[in-house]
């Protein structure tokens, strides 16, 4: 798979970007403070249990104190004897006194409500010494302890049907005056689904509070760097636009300034750049028109031929530096062509190539001219140096293709690039029985750059030359 295709999460774009880098961090803030609301919730809950575990063994120690016996009976009777109190009354609390203390594993011992309880029942001179409260999972619990805290749980839940069954339960240890270890059990409400519902909402509030304004400001940002970028794709096209309009905040409206302001420079340069060559292309030319005229005096018909030659090659080395020159900014204006009919033609100028052509009918929006002057170059290489040219025109991903082959020697992969520098040939002489002037590719790849391609080169495996030239639809 190529890198183009790999799918990417982090996007391009500056306003997905944001939009991306806002919403992790506000999500991940979210799920932080998600998790401090419900150990928040949970450290409530644990400590209203442990307040009505303490309250309800500080009322079975008082009323054993009443009756006048600080033993175990007491608290066993209070624990089993259900009658003495009101017939429909469930206790949410379990307590048990035994001769060994309970060691469960993995309690949460509750330092602080551990204090806050010792300290309770000793205001209230109620014997019960070395405290110790935990919150431990329910399943740890000892029978005795667990199973009425379920059956209490069942019972009532045909009036709270939604309820979610407790996992938690607080575990209150302590010594009582005959040695005895006192523990006292009761359930810790779990979260109930009103809790999770109200913080998702939360959260979707919090999303659409935030993303919705920030992505129209970063809309606000990005829409004029967007149409900035593609004003400065069109810089030193023909036609001169206007002035871009300014948008967005003072930063990327300072932007834009400085871009008309760039523009402007650069139309004006290159506006005295044409005038410049054109008057170096009419100073030159026109005293080798004047010498043209002049060898024609001369009676060597062999030199004069040779002159002539001279003077030709002169010429078109001058015009090709002068389109080179211009291409930065030429005044031909954009057409849709039919790519296929224009190969076409152009390759009926020449007497050794041929062109597939194709049922498909492919329109591009270029410059005519300048591709028909790519387009010869090319082939008039692919003839020269390879007798034959074939050319294939194909479209891939909003591009077009022309290929053309030869059936020449090749070149050393090495110099392929260095082919495209100006005046560099592959034959190294300087005869025009053997070559150009050496500019042919350079002009040819600058054309093809000017409308979003390119020219390149390589050996065909079969022998031979492909150059493919490539260009915006």
């Known amino acids: 798979m190529t890198p183009s295709r790999t799918f990417r999460l982090w996007p391009r774009s500056l306003y997905g970007q944001i939009l991306l880098v806002a919403g992790s961090a506000l999500l991940l803030a979210q799920c932080v403070n998600a998790a401090m609301l419900l150990s928040g919730t949970r450290t409530r809950a644990v400590a209203e249990a442990s307040v009505m575990v303490v309250s309800r063994v ?94 209490r749980w069942q019972a009532g839940r045909f009036r709270q049907s939604a309820r979610k069954m407790p996992s938690t339960a ?12 006192l523990h006292a059990a009761g359930l810790v409400r779990a979260n109930d689904r009103a809790s999770m519902i109200a913080l998702l909402l939360q959260t979707f509030t919090l999303f659409i509070a935030v993303m919705v304004p920030l992505a129209l400001v970063a809309r606000r940002i990005a829409r004029p760097l967007e149409d900035l970028t593609r004003r400065v794709r069109r810089v030193g096209v023909a036609e001169d636009p206007e002035p871009m309009e300014r948008a967005g905040p003072d930063d990327v409206q300072q932007l834009i300034v400085a871009f008309n302001a760039m523009q402007a420079r650069v139309s004006n340069l290159l506006g005295e750049k ?88 492919v329109v591009a929006h270029i410059r005519p001219v300048l591709i028909r002057r790519a387009l010869r170059n090319l082939i008039g290489n692919a003839i020269a140096y390879g007798k034959h040219a074939a050319l294939v025109v194909r479209d891939e991903g909003g591009m077009i293709f022309v290929d053309i082959d030869d059936d020449g020697p090749g070149i050393d992969p090495a110099m392929a690039e260095s082919m495209f520098e100006p005046f560099v040939r592959a034959e190294r002489s300087r005869s025009r029985s053997t070559g150009g002037s050496g500019l042919g590719l350079t002009i040819s790849r600058a054309i093809a750059r000017a409308h979003g391609g390119d020219v390149g080169l390589r050996n065909r495996a079969e022998g031979g030359l492909r150059a493919t030239m490539s260009f915006k639809i």
Do not use: C, W
């Open 170 to 181: 607080v575990l209150l240890a302590g010594r009582l005056p005959n040695g005895q270890f």
């Open 274 to 361: 044409d005038v410049m060559l054109g008057a170096i292309g009419h100073d030159l030319k026109t005293p080798l028109a004047a010498l043209r005229v002049r060898i024609e005096s001369v009676d060597d018909d062999e030199e004069r031929e040779k002159m002539a030659a001279t003077i030709d090659e002169m010429v078109t080395i001058l015009d090709d530096i002068l389109t080179l020159a211009r291409l930065g900014k030429s005044g031909e204006p954009l057409q849709s062509v039919d790519i296929g009919a224009m190969v076409e033609t152009v390759v009926s100028d020449f007497e050794n190539a041929r062109f597939e052509t194709s049922e498909r009918r």
């Open 58 to 151: 500080a009322n079975h120690l008082e009323r054993s104190e009443r009756m006048g016996d600080a033993s175990a009976a007491p608290f066993i009777a209070a624990r089993g004897d259900v009658r003495k109190d009101r017939p429909n009354r469930r206790r949410n609390v379990t307590i048990t006194v035994e001769n060994n203390a309970l060691n469960i594993p993995r309690a949460e011992y509750q330092d602080d409500m551990s204090i806050r309880a010792q300290e309770f029942l000793q205001q209230g001179e109620i014997a019960l010494s070395d405290v110790r409260i935990s919150a431990v999972s329910l399943n740890a619990l000892p029978p005795a302890l667990r199973d009425p805290q379920v059956r």
